[in-house]
């Protein structure tokens, strides 16, 4: 019963392997493609493996989804966001909060941030109300800062769209921004106990390791195929803890390298457990190398005030306020001197509309940035990125009358228009939206104040 | 009469040296490398000098190897070699510390050839390291008279940084007639070495000289005093000149009339 509501029917392809048809696809034939990963699919999959005819008999499923649940009662972490009740109900909005939160980002860091963010947010209507630069605040540090963006838009397209109640149905989730198939399927699985499976890292693992699958979890078929695994073996009763349950096996025990077969309450199902494969899946297929950057950030000083500019391009660290920076090198390669000077060159602009002197700009503009002293260098690690940052420190002189009221204002004219500029006070810089890579600069700073430089005594 | 062989070498290498030890460049490589990544070696009719800063300006490194200290030294026309300091070390890993090393460079300038050969002079490698451009800022560093200047064995000053390192992140070194004081005051606690001058005649390694004009109470930071002390292996004692205001120089000589290197390190401001 269980198995056909989860996925009806469909007309038995003329192919029946798998590998064939993934190599065989024509273009005309994309609707086949998409067929790959259904119900059938699955049954030729397994059928290939011969210890895994269990999966075709409904009462084994049931067993399996069984140990699966005793497991995790006993054997649950106690995270925060697992006690959080409303009306009996577990709050979709923590949930929401929480899932967010823990796309991309391990669950230790997540833990003390989740709780902060409650305490300023409790719920979304405070959250719709407040601003974007205090959201970016409390998440600061957590990286990815898109994530806190579409929170923040999704909470107040909630409030105006859904009277401020998150709904129940994968769709209408869908259509809140930031939520994804992923986000919407466990806030509806986890907070509405709704039956949909689930998907994320840790599920694509276990899914195939227990079914030898050598699909690429990061091609399309890849994924169809195991969305519709997932579906298929879900407890549609208990969709909450069975979903938390598999996200919980491959946090803990079916982890990627130390896996702990020995604990696994689903060996006797596994199939690279019996065949000791289980460090072959799953399968990626290979990734980007990682970019290697080297950024160098100028720490400009005046009156115990730093110059910080607000990123206001879309993409890495967007809306967030940095420190005035070049890129250097980018994999090694310079990158071409027009580039760095046409920055240096808005920079003294903005120098410039502060007031420091025009005089002095134009009379030594390169030699003013060479002259910045060097006070060291710090590494960062984006996901994809390896940067290197070096910091140079000028103290503006207090003689330059700057204009520090104007601070706020927008810069005139040109296709810089949205540009902000700010001047913080080291504990602004501490209390404001600014990612961990320039929180880091202010850092160095800090430890690197009282020492002086060699270059002032010879 | 000159072979014609050495005669093809004499013009083809603007600078030619050799050290019957291989161990004291290994030693200078290992002394300076977690400071510096690239430096020139400049060779000229003296010796061979290297001065560099470390990428935070705060500390710098000054080594000089004379030319009486090599067993062979030529030196048609200055040049000036630039290396990365983790390649050469690759490269030297590959000497015995008993080889003999000889240094070579020909006027281009684009690579240095490095030649090992064994004490029983069965075994001869060759290694060639290309060279790069480094810009470097020389800094002219005036000769100082110092207020105190304090001798100790190095391997005293070694322990000293690397005891207190683990408390605090800064030393603060006052050194009075009586005695020289290293302390330090960190997030667990406080500690402190003190040590007096020591009159032990027959052993001259292990004594403590204090020579003073003022009394001095500086602060440096601990990180690179213990960078300063890899370079312990090269020499029995150490000798700490300070001035008020001033920064620190910590000196290794390598014996009689081979040659020294000097690490020179900023202050901090209380």
Redesign the interface.
């Known amino acids: 019963m269980v198995v056909h509501r989860a996925a009806p029917k469909r007309q038995k392809p003329e192919s029946t392997d798998i590998r064939k048809k993934r190599t065989t696809v024509h273009p005309n034939q994309t609707k086949k493609k998409q067929e790959i990963g259904d119900l059938e699919d699955l049954k030729y999959l397994l059928r290939e493996n011969k210890n895994n005819q269990w999966l075709t008999v409904e009462k084994e499923i049931s067993r399996f989804q069984q140990s699966l649940l005793q497991w995790y009662e006993k054997n649950q972490r106690k995270l925060p966001w697992r006690y959080t009740c409303m009306e009996g109900q577990p709050n979709p909005y923590h949930v929401w909060v929480s899932e967010t939160m823990l796309q991309q980002t391990k669950v230790a860091t997540v833990i003390e941030y989740y709780k902060n963010w409650l305490q300023t947010f409790p719920d979304i209507t405070s959250l719709a109300e407040s601003s974007l630069e205090r959201v970016n605040e409390i998440w600061a540090g957590l990286g990815y800062y898109r994530r806190a963006k579409l929170l923040y838009e999704g909470a107040q397209t909630v409030v105006s769209k859904f009277g401020g109640k998150i709904p129940d149905d994968v769709n209408l989730l869908q259509s809140i921004p930031g939520i994804g198939p992923y986000t919407a399927a466990a806030i509806a699985s986890i907070a509405f106990n709704r039956p949909y499976a689930v998907c994320d890292g840790n599920v694509f693992r276990v899914l195939s390791r227990l079914f030898c699958i050598d699909l690429d979890i990061s091609s399309t078929e890849g994924q169809n195929l195991f969305k519709n695994l997932a579906q298929f073996l879900l407890s549609k009763e208990r969709a909450a803890d069975y979903n938390q349950a598999m996200m919980e096996l491959g946090a803990t025990v079916c982890t990627p390298k130390n896996f702990d077969c020995e604990k696994c309450p689903v060996q006797s199902w596994c199939s690279s457990f019996q065949s000791s494969t289980q460090r072959q899946f799953p399968v990626k297929a290979n990734r980007v190398r990682q970019n290697n950057e080297e950024i160098q950030v100028y720490l400009i000083d005046y009156a115990d005030h730093f110059l910080m500019l607000k990123n206001v391009s879309r993409n890495l660290l967007g809306n967030l306020w940095h420190f005035p920076f070049v890129t250097l090198k980018r994999n090694g390669n310079c990158i071409p001197e027009d580039e760095k000077l046409s920055y240096e060159r808005y920079l003294f602009r903005i120098l410039h509309s502060c007031g420091y002197p025009l005089k002095e700009v134009d009379r030594s503009q390169r030699s003013l940035f060479d002259s910045f002293?060097?006070?060291?260098?710090i590494e960062h690690l984006f996901t994809h990125i390896k940067q290197t940052i070096?910091v140079k420190l000028v103290h503006l002189s207090t003689e330059i009358q700057l204009h520090l009221e104007e601070t706020a204002k927008r810069m005139d004219g040109g296709n810089e228009e949205s540009t902000e500029y700010k001047w913080f006070t080291e504990e602004q810089v501490e209390k404001s939206a600014i990612s961990r890579q320039m929180k880091k600069v202010m850092e160095l700073y800090q430890?690197?104040k009282?020492?002086?430089?060699?270059?002032?005594?010879? | 009469m000159v072979s014609k062989e050495e005669q093809n070498l004499a013009t083809t290498f603007q600078f030619e040296a050799r050290l019957t030890q291989a161990s004291l460049i290994k030693k200078i490589l290992e002394a300076i490398k977690d400071l510096v990544t690239d430096a020139n070696f400049d060779c000229s009719a003296e010796g061979l000098s290297l001065q560099a800063m470390d990428s935070s300006h705060v500390s710098l490194v000054s080594m000089v190897l004379h030319a009486q200290g090599f067993e062979m030294f030529r030196c048609q026309r200055a040049v000036s070699l630039g290396i990365n300091l983790a390649s050469l070390t690759k490269i030297l890993k590959c000497a015995g510390n008993d080889d003999s090393i000889t240094l070579r460079a020909d006027d281009k300038g684009d690579k240095a050839e490095f030649v090992f050969e064994s004490q029983t002079q069965d075994r001869l490698s060759e290694f060639e390291l290309k060279l790069m451009d480094i810009d470097s800022e020389h800094l002219g560093i005036p000769d100082t008279k110092y207020s105190a200047v304090v001798e100790m064995p190095s391997s005293e000053y070694r322990r000293i940084c690397s005891d207190l390192g683990v408390m605090g992140d800064t030393v603060r070194i006052s050194v009075s007639k009586e005695s020289v004081k290293f302390q330090v005051d960190g997030d667990i606690g406080k500690g402190s070495v003190c040590l007096h001058p020591s009159s032990v005649v027959d052993k001259p390694t292990e004594v403590v000289k204090i020579s003073l004009e003022e009394p001095v109470d500086m602060i440096f930071s601990i990180r690179y005093l213990n960078f300063f002390a890899k370079a312990a292996p090269l020499s029995d004692t150490v000798t700490l000149s300070l001035s008020k205001d001033f920064p620190l120089q910590v000196e290794f000589k390598f014996g009689e009339q081979m040659g020294y290197l000097r690490y020179y390190l900023a202050p901090k401001i209380d």
């Open positions: 002293v060097p006070i060291g260098q070096h430890r690197q009282k020492q002086q430089v060699l270059n002032l005594f010879f």
